[in-house]
């Protein structure tokens, strides 16, 4: 079993639509959250971070964590053509420790 | 703010030659630098961590003679891709780090071809 789980999509919604995106992990040490995105041949961004359960919000995009649930999601609100990418998700045991990532949901924004 | 700058973006060389690839934090000290290496749609995979004066940290099963990362100061670091062949041809992607408890950011990364 994987670290960390991601379903790799392609997942594929109109303009204006919410998108919901999702990842799950199977070790409750897991304590700094983020979510990246990648457009082709580029590096990843990062869109968030976040190290406690609950929301946080940045324009467009929310954040949750349910620590409980070993669970996290990015929702994207009035999807644009522009947000079409690969999100991954992305988590660290300690302050000091590597990236653990997910395999990536590719998302496709269609006008 | 936390920009990387990585150099080049592209690079086609013949099988043999060695490659230095540049990774730069523009507005930001690093103390510590990674280097990754991805395959087509796939996740980034960890090959080395770098701390400003140390040697690097290899991942199990990357050769260290094969990939020599240098990291002279806390804006720079570099892998040099030595004898390269076309089983090295990949997209190489480095990221830098302010602090512990601090997220990665990460360099455009540098399509290697290896001829």
């Known amino acids: 079993q994987k670290e960390v789980e991601q379903d790799p999509g392609p997942l594929s919604v109109p303009e204006g639509a919410i998108v919901s995106l999702n990842c799950t992990y199977s070790?409750?040490?897991?304590?700094?959250f983020m979510w990246y995105r990648q457009y082709s041949r580029k590096g990843p961004e990062l869109l968030m971070y976040?190290?406690?359960?609950g929301n946080k919000e940045d324009g467009r995009f929310t954040a949750q964590v349910d620590k409980s649930s070993k669970y996290i999601s990015l929702f994207i609100r009035d999807s644009q053509p522009s947000d079409s990418a690969t999100y991954l998700c992305?988590?660290?045991?300690?302050?000091?420790?590597?990236?653990?990532f997910g395999q990536g949901t590719e998302l496709s924004v269609k006008p | 703010g936390a920009v990387v700058s990585q150099h080049p973006s592209w690079v086609i060389c013949k099988s043999g030659t060695s490659v230095k690839i540049e990774c730069r934090s523009l507005?930001?000290?690093?103390?510590?630098m990674f280097w990754y290496r991805q395959f087509p749609k796939q996740s980034l995979m960890l090959m080395a961590t770098?701390?400003?004066?140390?040697?690097?940290?290899?991942e199990q099963g990357v050769e260290k003679d094969k990939f020599l990362i240098n990291h002279a100061s806390l804006t720079l670091s570099t892998l040099t891709v030595t004898s390269a062949h076309p089983e090295d041809s990949s997209f190489y992607i480095c990221?830098?780090?302010?602090?512990?408890?601090?997220?990665?950011?990460f360099g455009d990364g540098t399509r290697l071809s290896i001829l």
């Open positions: 990221s830098a780090r302010v602090g512990g408890g601090q997220p990665q950011h």
């Open positions: 070790n409750s040490a897991f304590q700094y």
């Open positions: 976040t190290y406690s359960s």
């Open positions: 992305a988590m660290v045991y300690n302050q000091g420790g590597k990236l653990i």
């Open positions: 507005d930001f000290q690093a103390t510590t």
């Open positions: 770098s701390n400003e004066g140390s040697k690097a940290t290899y």
